[in-house]
């Protein structure tokens, strides 16, 4: 297995991550899409790591770092998915415009 | 006595400041006799001098000085500190002149005991009188011009002050200052001489420049320049044409005053410059020329305006202003002995002359000589000394006036004969109208009865110097006279011009002069008996119809008030017209003009400002937001977060493709 | 040495701001401050002239000197010095500035603030005549302006703001012309200095093109102080407006800057440019003196009549100093002084009169002699002395102001000498007008001078009759410097 592979599930993960986030109406189904290529960076890190400086553990390191943080995203945004579901009855991204200019 | 001459002026100065703030003006204030003592020691000392100098005991010239003042001045482009010596010089004129200062001040004094008793202002009177003498006594003695031109300028002054004495009334005040401006428009001439004489000659000392002017250090121009300039100033003081318009209005300050500024010191502080300064006239002919035409012109214009006044004093005044005439004119000539021989003399005389007038207005309150006559019975006193001192003045032999007019017109006929025949006239005129006026006071019927029950003779402070100045106006003249002590005392002054020195172009003989001209000066006498000592003044007044425009002429003075006072209101329009330039012209075009321009460039850059500056800034703006925006804004803000990403995500893949 | 210009300057300051600290209803500890802030500085001064050196010698030094850095990086120093050219100018400041503040204690509104402005006034107008360091002399320049301003502005009369603009904006502007002129000869000197002392040892190297232009500029400034025509319209309104002890200061010691600074800057800095402007400059002072003097005799207000001898007097100034003669100097020089107390005097007198009438109207008033006997003596006194009478302050200076500059402009001298004519012309009319005749009923009450006016004319007056009868009083102290700044040249 080279870099190559790796690096190739990445960026397949994150095409699918980022079709998601587009598409996907359901706003729960866009912040699974953005854990997705959150992922995929997560293994892109990982694999730099292992493959360009196997001495350190930087890679791996700021990988766990993402992982909480986007735990903690994930808590946010499922809270306030759930605020605007209980104000406006709605889950669907194009319904939530109000921070429109 | 000599060493103490610097007291003479200075101890009328004291006794000026004494009385003036040495007590308050109290009817029984004894200030008034610090004055009189004052001036008493003063003329003790002149006298003391007089006499050492005339037995020969005192070697005049004497000159004393001290430092006054240095500064730093300049003489052709060599910075120098030059010393302000102030001092005395006493030369034969000097000594002389004190003494007929001292003299006459005193006696006046005495006299304003009596005539201004009861004034309110009794004790300021006696402080200006004072303080008067003491210039005058100032400009006598100094050695140094600047120091007697600060002296001029203080009699001047004090001329104002006395001559506006009764200020609370309309006259004296303009009076005064007529006095003043017009004596100032001289004295202009006599400050720029004074700059000449330092610019060429370095010094204001008289022996010094007298030792200048000898060795030739001045060109004739400047000399000449020099000399007409203390003409000017002159013809200021000694009212002098075409400057005598002040002297007659100067008659409204009291009588004494007139007597003792008017008559016998201050207006002859003029001649006495002249004199002072004759060297420099002597070095230039075109100087003394002038002098000698000014004096002619004034002597016969005066002498006629005297003819038509009933104002006692002012026919005393254009006698004065004649007479002055008389010693200008001696003095332009070379007769410089002859012109202070008159000089001395008409002091007594006139001083006497006008002391009697004001013991006359004293007893009958009025100028008027129409209102007078046959005052004789009344005033005995006043009338005898009187008839003396206008005997003095017609040149009536023996008496002074005789001896030193007769010395004028001789020297006057040794230069031109023409002069001496204006002259001779003008003596005949001055017996003439000085009679007149005797007989119009004194002789023929009381005029006005009212007046006349009145009039009574005045006391002795008045009558004594009447009679001290009626025994001099007989007496000087033959006594000053007698083996020429005059001329030996004064010299014949100092440096004149070969030919006016040496022989004279004509040659008359004094005894047949004297004779003539004493014939026609009866004949003159004569006619002013039959014209006015009558009961009424028919024949006088008969006479005045029928030659109405000469009379017309003689009473508007020839017109020349008339003349100063269009110059006077020609400089205050020039001043209107200068307040006019000032405010509307130079501060309203000028600086305010300046001020409009910086206000109108600033309105510009304030509509420049607003129509480009800020429109541009709102053009901005504008196009920012309604243009781009607007047009933007159906793809760009309808809230869609996934459109927004989309962008995003075309954004960056555009760009890492395009990099 | 002890400190004694910098006392005599900054003790005003000092007073200035006690007065800021003290509570505004207790008049009585602001005038006390006031007094003493101005009186001190008097008493120094007078010192200063005990220990002045007047020996010839000491002509060409500058004396009481105090030097320090100030701003290194520009070569500017705190230089404090005087000479026989600004030694009696100090004194007369400090003088003046006393007695105008007695005149001032008749302030009713505003006193503290009045007495705050007038102290920092006083500290410029003392720091303009000692500094010998051209940035300093700038600052305390324009450190007269500002207290100016409010000094009219707030106490003035009637048109009291139009009159502080006009004079604020007049002399700002002659002053940036001097700024740029000071700065021109700052990047000339090598190294860049504003050392005036210095500055004035240069002028060898300055071309006459750079000295013309150089000259000009500073010309600009101190014409409008002086005032000469036709920069002298301000005067005749500030003084009309301003309060009497303003009036006061304004003649008798802002004029004296901008005489004082033609005379320490322009002739010795710029002997090139003095000399190509001096055909200019005589005819300006005779326009000075003889527009001047018909100017005031056209006024009716007694003020603006005053003022407009101010312009005359000032003529005179400048008359002399273009006679470039040590004559001129002195003359100069002593009637700066003597203006300054003769006009002093009448600006007060004048604001006596106003106290009661409220009016200055010449025409108004008649036959006050007897009602205000002594008023009217100590006006006539003033008045003889401006018109030049000897034995009294102005004459001896008036006339060698003429003699030094007639040895070299004979006509333009002759010319002016009319000036002196139509001087006593006004003056002799305004007192007919005014005390002499019959009195005008209208001001059968009026009250003679009471003592806080008596204390603030009478030491002018025996000053006058004092420097008028021995001027060697003055002239001691000048004389050696005047030689020596005739003999720079030569």
Not at chain 1, 18 to 37: D, H, K, Q, W, Y
Not at chain 2, 358 to 380: C, W, Y
Not at chain 2, 395 to 416: N, T
Request: include cysteine; charge should be neutral.
């Amino acid at each position: 297995m080279t870099l190559a592979h790796y690096l190739f599930l990445g960026s397949a993960l994150f095409i699918v991550g980022i079709f998601g986030a587009l598409t996907r109406r359901n706003v729960i189904g866009i912040l699974m899409s953005v854990e997705l290529m959150f992922n995929a960076a997560n293994i892109n890190l990982a694999a730099f790591n292992r493959f360009l400086a196997p001495a350190g553990v930087t890679g791996q390191a700021v990988a766990l770092f993402i992982m909480t943080v986007a735990a903690a995203e994930v808590v946010v945004g499922l809270a306030l998915v759930l605020m605007i579901y209980r104000a406006r009855d709605t889950v669907y991204a194009e319904d939530i415009n109000i921070l429109r200019g | 006595m000599i060493e103490h001459a610097f007291l003479i002026p200075l101890l009328p100065l004291a006794a000026s400041f004494l009385i003036l703030f040495g007590g308050p003006e109290r009817k029984d204030s004894p200030l008034p006799y610090a004055g009189i003592a004052a001036i008493g020691l003063s003329l003790w000392i002149s006298l003391r001098i007089l006499f050492d100098a005339w037995s020969g005991a005192l070697p005049l010239p004497y000159e004393a000085d001290w430092s006054w003042f240095s500064f730093a001045a300049e003489l052709r482009g060599r910075p120098f500190i030059f010393d302000m010596r102030a001092g005395v010089l006493i030369e034969g004129a000097t000594a002389v002149m004190l003494a007929v200062v001292c003299l006459v001040s005193l006696l006046v004094q005495v006299y304003s005991l009596g005539y201004m008793h009861g004034d309110a202002k009794f004790k300021r009177y006696y402080a200006y009188l004072s303080f008067f003498t003491a210039s005058m006594l100032g400009l006598v003695v100094s050695n140094n011009l600047l120091v007697t031109f600060a002296c001029w300028e203080l009699v001047g002054v004090s001329s104002y002050l006395l001559i506006g004495f009764w200020f609370e009334k309309t006259a004296p005040p303009y009076a005064a200052k007529k006095a003043f401006i017009t004596t100032k428009l001289g004295d202009l001439g006599f400050f720029l001489a004074l700059l000449t004489i330092f610019a060429y000659g370095g010094t204001f000392n008289i022996v010094r420049l007298r030792d200048a002017v000898a060795m030739g250090y001045l060109p004739e121009l400047v000399l000449t320049l020099i000399g007409l300039g203390l003409l000017a100033g002159a013809m200021g003081k000694s009212a002098q044409w075409p400057l005598f318009i002040w002297l007659p209005d100067a008659m409204e300050g009291p009588t004494p005053v007139s007597a003792l500024i008017h008559a016998a010191t201050m207006v002859a502080a003029g001649i006495y410059l002249v004199a002072r300064c004759y060297f420099i006239f002597a070095a230039s002919q075109v100087a003394m020329d002038a002098v000698a035409w000014t004096g002619l012109i004034t002597a016969f214009l005066a002498g006629t305006m005297a003819l038509v006044p009933y104002d006692i004093k002012r026919v005393l005044a254009f006698s004065t202003v004649s007479q002055l005439g008389f010693m200008m004119c001696a003095l332009g000539v070379g007769g410089y002995a002859a012109g202070l021989f008159h000089l001395t003399t008409h002091a007594f005389f006139k001083a006497l002359l006008f002391l009697g007038a004001g013991s006359v207005i004293h007893a009958v309150h009025t100028n008027d000589m129409r209102q007078m006559g046959g005052l004789s019975k009344r005033m005995p006193v006043t009338f005898m000394t009187m008839t003396v001192g206008s005997l003095a003045l017609a040149g009536i032999p023996p008496l002074a006036g005789f001896f030193s007019k007769d010395q004028i017109l001789e020297k006057v006929f040794e230069r031109s004969p023409f002069m001496f025949a204006v002259l001779a006239l003008t003596a005949c005129l001055t017996a003439f109208y000085t009679f007149r006026m005797v007989f119009l006071t004194f002789r023929g019927e009381e005029r006005d009865t009212e007046r006349f029950r009145h009039a009574e003779e005045s006391g002795g402070v008045m009558t004594v110097p009447l009679v001290i100045l009626a025994v001099l106006s007989v007496c000087s003249g033959w006594a000053l006279e007698h083996a020429h002590a005059f001329a030996r005392l004064v010299g014949s002054g100092p440096g004149l011009l070969p030919g006016a020195a040496g022989e004279a172009a004509h040659h008359i003989d004094p005894m047949v002069m004297a004779t003539g001209v004493t014939g026609a000066a009866f004949l003159a006498i004569g006619l002013a008996y039959r014209l006015y000592c009558t009961p009424d003044l028919s024949a006088a007044l008969a006479w005045k119809e029928r030659l109405s425009l000469p009379f017309k002429v003689l009473e508007d003075r020839y017109g020349f008030d008339a003349f100063f006072l269009g110059l006077v209101d020609a400089a205050d329009r020039l001043a209107g017209l200068c307040r006019w330039v000032d405010a509307e012209v130079v501060d309203r075009i000028f600086v305010d003009g300046w001020g409009l321009l910086c206000r109108i460039a600033a309105e510009l850059s304030n509509l420049f400002d607003a129509l480009f500056v800020d429109q541009a800034v709102d053009g901005c703006g504008y196009i920012s937001r309604d243009v781009v925006g607007a047009n933007l804004r159906w793809f760009s803000l309808r809230g869609r977060v996934q459109e927004y990403l989309l962008y995003l995500a075309v954004g960056v893949s555009l760009f890492s493709i395009l990099r | 040495m002890i400190h004694l210009l910098s006392l005599i300057t900054f003790i005003p300051l000092v007073g200035a701001l006690v007065v800021l600290c003290l509570p505004k209803d207790g008049r009585r500890p602001i005038e006390v401050v006031g007094l003493l802030a101005t009186a001190l500085p008097l008493v120094l001064s007078c010192w200063l002239y005990a220990a002045f050196d007047c020996s010839d010698a000491a002509g060409a030094t500058m004396q009481f000197v105090e030097r320090h850095a100030w701003i290194p990086s520009m070569n500017v120093q705190y230089y404090l010095g005087v000479d026989g050219l600004s030694g009696p100018l100090v004194i007369l400041t400090a003088l003046m500035s006393l007695i105008a503040m007695i005149a001032s204690l008749g302030i009713k509104e505003r006193f503290k603030e009045y007495v705050f402005w007038f102290l920092v006034l006083e500290v410029g107008m003392l720091g303009v005549f000692e500094s010998l360091d051209f940035f300093l002399f700038y600052v305390f320049w324009e450190l007269t302006l500002v207290p100016m301003y409010f000094l009219i502005g707030v106490w003035g009369g009637p048109q009291k703001e139009y009159a502080a603009i006009k004079f604020f904006l007049y002399t700002l502007t002659g002053s940036v012309f001097m700024l740029l002129a000071i700065l021109a000869l700052y990047f000339q000197a090598d190294p860049h200095t504003f050392d005036m002392v210095a500055l004035m040892k240069i002028h060898g190297s300055l071309s006459l093109k750079f000295q013309i232009i150089v000259f000009l500029g500073f010309y600009l400034g101190f014409a409008v102080k002086v005032p000469a025509f036709p920069f002298h319209t301000w005067l005749p309104l500030a003084h009309v407006e301003a309060p009497t002890a303003i009036s006061v200061i304004l003649a008798a010691v802002l004029l004296k800057m901008g005489v004082y600074g033609i005379m320490r800057v322009s002739y010795t800095m710029l002997p090139l440019g003095f000399e190509w402007f001096l055909p200019i400059l005589v005819m300006i002072a005779v326009i000075n003196i003889v527009y001047g003097a018909l100017c005031a005799m056209a006024q009716t207000d007694m003020k603006k009549m005053v003022a407009y001898s101010s312009i005359n007097h000032m003529g005179y100034c400048l008359l002399a100093i273009a006679g470039c003669s040590a004559t001129g100097f002195s003359g100069s020089l002593l009637q700066m002084v003597n203006h300054g107390i003769i006009t002093g005097a009448l600006f007060l007198l004048v604001g006596v009169i106003y106290d009661r009438a409220h009016t200055r109207d010449i025409t108004v008033f008649g036959g006050l002699a007897t009602r205000v006997p002594v008023y009217a003596g100590f006006m006539s006194l003033a008045c003889f002395a401006s018109l030049g009478l000897p034995g009294l302050a102005g004459f001896v200076s008036e006339f060698l102001c003429f003699l030094g500059a007639f040895t070299r402009w004979k006509y333009h001298t002759a010319v002016a000498v009319v000036g002196i004519l139509v001087t006593a012309a006004f003056f002799l009319r305004m007192i007919e007008k005014v005390f002499l005749g019959p009195l005008n009923n209208r001001w059968a009450d009026l009250s003679d001078m009471n003592a806080r006016e008596l204390v603030s004319v009478v030491p002018l007056a025996i000053l006058m009759v004092a420097l008028g009868i021995w001027p060697k009083w003055a002239l001691g102290m000048m004389n050696a410097t005047m030689m020596h700044m005739a003999g720079l040249f030569k």
